[in-house]
């Protein structure tokens, strides 16, 4: 959700709002920390923490808070079996912070950072139970939410992220399930570039995280992929698939490499690559059938929402096992 867009806008329209983050989440939550909602002054909202009771309940809260018109800056634990009624049994913490006009130049400036579609940290002293002005820190990774205190100073200290971290996806082949694959991951957390060397086979609008390219040699853009790319071939040619899955495995960059098709379709690829010279250690990590072999539909649709569901679990795996201290996490395929 683009916070600081939601905020701006209220903010120049004279209006106070109130930004509500799950600053900490224990057992089963409806969200995680750093989910958060926007709140107006009328009970508009943007954004979510889940819905449901504690959501309502926090709004309300939003709401009495801005229409005071001050800064203003509170946490407060929720026990969404005790305080709620609500089965979940976890704890939330929520923060809440009202921005009036004061905060307008610094809500512009970080509105522009979510517009460039990269997350970043911020960091802001609290100054009378107040966050200031919210300066961007450099590096990473930094906590979603937190409340330092520095020992030598006693000066509070806030940490958030902000932003959205998309894995970059470079898709290749614009055929019927192509197509159905980028309006699948659309509202998903993928920047994808779709590659294919037949220009009139892309559609004229796509979604806003898709940039098309069209080259005569599509393997090639490979070269210039970020680190941690999710390469994934579907092709209207199997020599073309090869090819990409070969120049993929072979840089051992990538953290996942799939080829739409079947079993057979993979002990033949086997077979091709390691003529081409690549070993079995590398071949283990092309990733044939793709998508959720529970999902025997041939639809386009079908495929593209079990490919879909299925790269976004590798993506959240991914990033869970760099949280941990991996780094880099080569994903290696399953259920083949």
């Not at 522009?112 to 002293?125: C, D, K, P």
């Not at 958030?160 to 971290?165: A, M, R």
Request: with cysteine.
């Amino acid at each position: 959700m683009a916070v600081w867009r939601h905020i701006a806008d209220s903010l120049k329209r004279g209006k106070t709002c109130a930004l509500v983050t799950i600053a900490g989440a224990e057992g089963s939550t409806p969200r995680e920390t750093g989910a958060r909602l926007v709140v107006l002054p009328d009970g508009s909202f943007f954004g979510t923490i889940g819905g449901g009771t504690l959501e309502f309940e926090a709004i309300r809260k939003a709401v009495k808070a801005a229409n005071k018109g001050n800064p203003a800056f509170f946490r407060q634990t929720v026990l969404l079996g005790p305080d709620l009624g609500q089965c979940c049994g976890g704890r939330a913490e929520l923060a809440v912070e009202v921005l009036t006009n004061a905060s307008l130049e610094m809500a512009e400036t970080l509105a522009e950072l979510e517009a460039e579609g990269r997350s970043f940290t911020t960091r802001a002293r609290v100054l009378d139970n107040v966050p200031l002005q919210r300066h961007v820190l450099e590096g990473g990774p930094h906590d979603n939410w937190n409340m330092t205190t520095d020992p030598a100073t006693g000066e509070r200290w806030l940490i958030e992220q902000f932003g959205s971290s998309y894995r970059p996806l470079y898709l290749f082949g614009a055929g019927h399930v192509g197509k159905a694959l980028v309006l699948a991951l659309a509202p998903l957390p993928f920047d994808v570039t779709w590659i294919d060397n037949r220009a009139d086979q892309f559609p004229g609008a796509v979604p806003a995280n898709v940039r098309k390219v069209c080259v005569s040699d599509p393997a090639s853009v490979l070269d210039t992929a970020p680190d941690g790319t999710f390469v994934l071939a579907m092709t209207h040619s199997h020599a073309l698939d090869e090819d990409i899955m070969a120049r993929a495995l072979l840089q051992q960059r990538f953290a996942y490499c799939g080829v739409i098709g079947s079993k057979t379709k993979r002990a033949r690829f086997r077979k091709r690559l390691k003529a081409r010279g690549l070993n079995e250690r590398l071949i283990t990590n092309m990733v044939c059938p793709v998508g959720i072999s529970a999902i025997k539909s041939k639809y386009p649709a079908a495929i593209a929402a079990g490919v879909a569901a299925d790269l976004l679990e590798r993506d959240e795996t991914s990033h869970q096992q760099a949280a941990a201290g991996g780094g880099l996490a080569q994903i290696i395929p399953h259920g083949q």
